[in-house]
């Protein structure tokens, strides 16, 4: 549904997204067959469709629907002996895949694209196919194949002279020699076709499956039928949802703003979100404004209302986010999984207790410009400044082992709860805890044995 939305970038996101649940056919087909000519192309579309319920769609079946308004156009460059347009074979298309059958059912777009140009004209009208099939056999099979070919006129059918003759001697009688089959035409074809076959693999490379069509027909509809029954996985999440669990002082916010910055997602802190809604003092600011007068911690239900409403945004939905200081327990998790927000990453940042105290307990800041310092890494530049340094009451020794005693009697159960959460080390320079982040972000995700 974000694929959706990022295509046709609607001016009702909400209304389009309701559309679009309505329809329900995320899961149904959305199939490319391309190849060279006579690699067998109409036969594996058309078991494909058979057995996946899809609708075929090809140059030649658009041609013939009556019903589309740009049918009579492309008709009338054929006529004519002219090319038909790329972009009027586009939009015939594209007429073609918005009706209610293609939508319900899927499709199997057979022998289109043909080039790059095509290629990019269909991603341009928002026409994203999930598996493009590619079938491959030598020059010299293929040629041999053209020139026995023969088509049912009545089921479109393709047989053979040589390798699939049909049984029925009333089909025999009906079969029909297709236009452009000569050696000659064929070898022109199968020219173009090896001319500007790059393209096309260069734009569909990442779903794209070649498979080679020299060989029994049941053998290559079978591995097309295994391809395009697979879910592609993303080398990163389409829309990253990143969760970082850690003690105090591990540094969590600082990787957050890294992963935010590099892959321009949504960084979402839960201690500052409540922060942000007290000073905004919105409905649910003014409930939580008591709690941190009274230094009290703010009740579940409330700060996950806050939370979901941020997530729930359209730049979360669309860029994805990038979550730390929530759930800091199981409870908190499952009321995440509850309302849907369910990370496609977990990290837990590991710190010895004595890394914590050396980062935590030596941090100081200055009042007069809120710069923030640390005794070890990052000392104060001058006298002066050092001296009207001050230390947050949170950063006192016994604040931190009461925050890091409530950390650890949780994180067990977070851990259990997240399984397949990454650990990282992070008692080490915060660049070498970035790339090793980003590794794991960008491979897929571990299956579960």
Not at 247 to 259: E, F, N, R, T, V
Request: hydrophobic share 35%; proline share 8%.
């Amino acid at each position: 549904m974000v694929e959706k939305l990022l295509i046709h970038k609607p001016d009702d996101p909400i209304e389009f997204m309701i559309t679009h649940l309505k329809q329900d056919n995320d899961d149904v087909p959305r199939i490319c067959i391309v190849g060279p000519p006579a690699s067998g192309k109409t036969t594996i579309a058309m078991w494909l469709c058979k057995q996946l319920d899809a609708i075929r769609v090809s140059p030649e079946t658009l041609l013939l629907e009556e019903l589309l308004e740009l049918t009579k156009e492309a008709r009338a460059y054929k006529e004519r002996e002219q090319e038909i347009p790329n972009a009027l074979w586009t939009n015939l298309i594209q007429e073609r895949l918005s009706n209610v059958d293609c939508i319900k059912r899927g499709w199997v777009l057979e022998g289109f694209p043909e080039n790059r140009e095509q290629a990019w004209m269909l991603q341009s009208a928002g026409i994203a196919p999930r598996h493009v099939v590619v079938l491959y056999a030598p020059d010299v099979v293929l040629i041999e194949r053209n020139l026995g070919k023969r088509v049912d006129p009545f089921t479109e059918e393709v047989y053979h002279t040589t390798f699939d003759w049909p049984s029925d001697p009333l089909v025999q009688q009906r079969l029909v020699e297709p236009e452009g089959v000569s050696e000659q035409e064929t070898s022109k074809k199968l020219l173009d076709y090896h001319r500007n076959f790059p393209g096309i693999f260069q734009t569909f490379h990442k779903i794209l499956k070649s498979i080679n069509a020299d060989q029994p027909c049941a053998d290559v509809f079978s591995q097309a039928l295994a391809y395009v029954q697979t879910r592609h996985r993303s080398a990163a999440p389409f829309t990253p949802r990143i969760l970082f669990c850690g003690p105090p002082g591990s540094g969590k916010s600082l990787q957050a703003a890294l992963i935010a910055q590099k892959y321009s997602i949504v960084n979402i802190c839960c201690g500052q979100l409540l922060k942000e809604a007290v000073a905004d003092k919105t409905k649910l600011g003014e409930l939580v404004k008591p709690y941190f007068d009274n230094g009290c911690p703010v009740p579940d239900n409330i700060v996950l209302k806050i939370l979901a409403d941020r997530l729930n945004r359209l730049d979360c939905m669309t860029s994805g986010w990038v979550l730390h200081g929530f759930p800091r327990d199981l409870d908190q998790a499952e009321q995440l999984e509850r309302i849907r927000m369910i990370p496609n990453r977990v990290f837990f940042l590991n710190l010895p207790y004595e890394s914590i105290l050396e980062r935590l307990a030596q941090r100081r800041i200055d009042p007069a410009t809120g710069e923030r310092y640390h005794i070890t890494y990052k000392p104060a530049p001058s006298p002066d400044i050092q001296a009207r340094l001050r230390q947050n009451p949170k950063d006192l020794e016994g604040k931190i082992e009461m925050h890091l005693e409530i950390y650890y009697r949780n994180i067990k159960d977070l851990e259990e709860f997240y399984e397949n959460a990454f650990s990282v080390n992070a008692d080490q320079d915060p660049h070498v805890v970035f790339e090793y982040i980003e590794s794991c972000i960008i491979k897929p995700l571990p299956q579960k044995s």
